[in-house]
């Protein structure tokens, strides 16, 4: 099969890695040093070795989900969020972050996950039996896919999913509501899997340590499923409102529950020496910094997780500015004042994201966040408001924040920015939305107060956040200073996806052309993705 191949380079390296690996070589070789007995007939190996082998490809393969991070999500998607923005003037300031696409960032972002997850699962589908003798396993292998592969989707929108691996000449792609519809498929498989096995097999697992993220622990995979599938149905609010219905109500009432604390939240352990990637990028590299919005409303709102997710400006920036939390506005000319700007508040790497630190997939406060949501728009009987002051609740307590009287300030709001280099980059404050629960607004200020708390909630998980503002609107994100992108992404509307890779169209030319026509829309940033539709929420 004619498919991507996995580009690897640090930003910042002065050596260019290029590792060239086929979907279909990987589907025989996969990602381990055991997946080569792969190569001999499956029905000669018992069922336990069987299990032996494909087990050890299941840490890799959640890692992979943040592969060729700063590439793939953070000089994309973190940007877009309003969560970081680079002090470093890459590509002389004409880059993803002012609209003028890298075209070798963003294919590490659709490649990967195709290389690093979606082939070992195939192999593990294909060359094992565990899907027959080890349902439980193949169900997780099939929630890291979806996990996986939904990042992909949310990036360009429609692509390669349920025909990969079926053809050697093409990739064919799927517009993204066949791949949505495949996705809660799948999740209703890993479902019935893990639930037939935790009552047949309580306390026990088959994985162990060689899952990263729950260690074997199919309860707790039980409640991630239920929490994928409610994060997935809500993206299709407006698209398509019934299926989305259906899905959250059978996620909220599926037995095996859903993550509701902190000690469910699913993350994945940096096993292996592996670094945390926001170490790396901020801590190693000093490549990524605050952003303006998230400035303004943290400081705004007097936000306690403010020092939990940054420490303020360095040396570098300047003694009027050391000690300050100064962001970086989107589409900032970097320029010759990148060693200023390059000292502007960053990650907190000395306490928070440290070198060993597990990276986050999806939290509690999340999910609290979802069923207020779903509360809102009537899905549900729960309480809005409980659920709503949950989510800020659960997440204080993730980061070990005080919360103090967060919850009762009916007055802070999002604050100006002011850019201390270049007043150009001054932004007047969009959101009136203060964080006190108000029972007499409207629905529409309700929803922008509950996405704007979930979103600070679930930082640093720019891709999500990201998603959550193309599908809302919130929270109100000021536009980017610089817009290269020659017209094709509005500065108001602001950019709604990544381009595909221009190695699709070398390699898998028919059908990226035809994915084109799925899109319904230009292969660049200004066109929707198929639940992105543009209109009123209520």
């Known amino acids: 099969m004619k498919r991507n191949y996995k580009y690897t380079q640090h930003i910042t390296g002065n050596k260019l890695g290029i590792v060239l690996v086929s979907v279909m070589a990987l589907a025989l070789t996969a990602c381990t040093k055991n997946f080569e007995k792969y190569n001999t007939n499956p029905n000669s190996l018992s069922n336990s070795q069987s299990s032996s082998i ?47 696409m890298v075209d070798t960032w963003n ?45 992909v989707t949310d990036r360009f929108g429609p692509i390669p999913y349920t025909k990969v691996a079926t053809s ?18 799948q999740i209703d498989t890993a479902v019935t ?8 097999n309580p306390g026990k697992t088959s994985l162990g340590t060689s899952d990263y993220i729950y260690a074997g ?25 019934t299926t989305a219905q259906a899905q959250v109500v059978k996620a909220l009432t599926d037995s095996g529950g859903t993550l509701l604390t902190a000690a469910d939240d699913a993350a994945i352990a940096q096993t292996g020496g592996r670094e945390n990637d926001l170490h790396q990028i901020s801590g190693d590299w000093n490549n990524t910094n605050m952003s303006a919005a998230i400035e303004s409303y943290m400081v705004g709102y007097n936000d306690p997780r403010l020092a939990i997710y940054f420490q303020p400006a360095q040396a570098g920036a300047g003694s009027a500015y050391v000690g300050k939390f100064l962001g970086i506005r989107a589409g900032t ?35 609290w966040f979802l069923k207020a949501e779903a509360a809102l728009r009537g899905w549900t009987t729960s309480s809005v408001q409980s659920d709503y002051e949950a989510g800020i609740t659960a ?37 009136t939305i203060t964080i006190k629960w108000d029972n007499n607004a409207t629905q529409e200020q309700q929803l922008e107060r509950i996405i704007t708390q979930k979103w600070l909630a679930i930082f ?17 994100l000021f536009t980017v200073a610089n817009n290269f992108s020659g017209g094709t992404i509005s500065t108001t509307v602001q950019v709604r996806r990544l381009p595909y890779p221009s190695t699709e169209y070398t390699t898998n030319a028919t059908a990226v052309n035809n994915a084109v026509k799925l899109l319904g829309g230009a292969d660049n940033g200004g066109t929707r993705l198929w639940w992105d539709v543009d209109k009123a929420n209520f």
Do not use: C
């Open 217 to 241: 622990n199919y309860a707790q995979w039980l409640k991630f499923a239920n929490s994928l599938r409610l994060r997935l149905a809500m993206r299709l609010v407006k698209v398509d409102a």
């Open 395 to 431: 997440s204080m307590n993730q980061w070990g924040a005080t919360i103090g009287s967060y919850l009762s300030d009916g007055t802070s709001t999002e604050a100006n920015f002011t850019d201390p280099l270049n007043s150009a980059n001054n932004a007047t404050a969009l959101s």
């Open 107 to 151: 294919a590490t972002g659709f490649n990967d996950q195709y290389t690093l997850v979606m082939a070992p699962v195939h192999a593990i589908a294909t060359t094992t039996s565990i899907k027959a003798t080890n349902p439980e396993m193949w169900a997780v292998a099939l929630l890291i896919q979806v996990e996986a592969m939904d990042r």
């Open 168 to 185: 050697l000449t093409t990739a064919p792609y799927d517009d993204q509501q066949t791949v949505y519809q495949t996705f809660f498929k």
């Open 333 to 367: 000319l970097i320029g010759a004042s990148q060693s200023t700007y390059s000292d502007f508040a960053n990650l907190n790497t000395t306490q928070t994201f440290q070198f060993s630190t597990p990276q986050l997939i999806m939290t509690a406060a999340e999910v």
């Open 193 to 200: 899997n893990l639930k037939a096995y935790i009552a047949a």
């Open 54 to 100: 494909a087990s050890t490809a299941f840490g890799p393969m959640e890692q992979a989900i943040y592969s060729n991070y700063q590439r793939a999500q953070n000089l994309s998607a973190d940007g877009y969020s309003g969560y970081m923005q680079p002090g470093i003037a890459f590509s002389g300031d004409h880059n993803n972050l002012t609209y003028a």
């Open 460 to 476: 640093p998980d720019g891709q999500e956040a990201w998603a959550d503002y193309r599908r809302t609107g919130y929270p109100k």
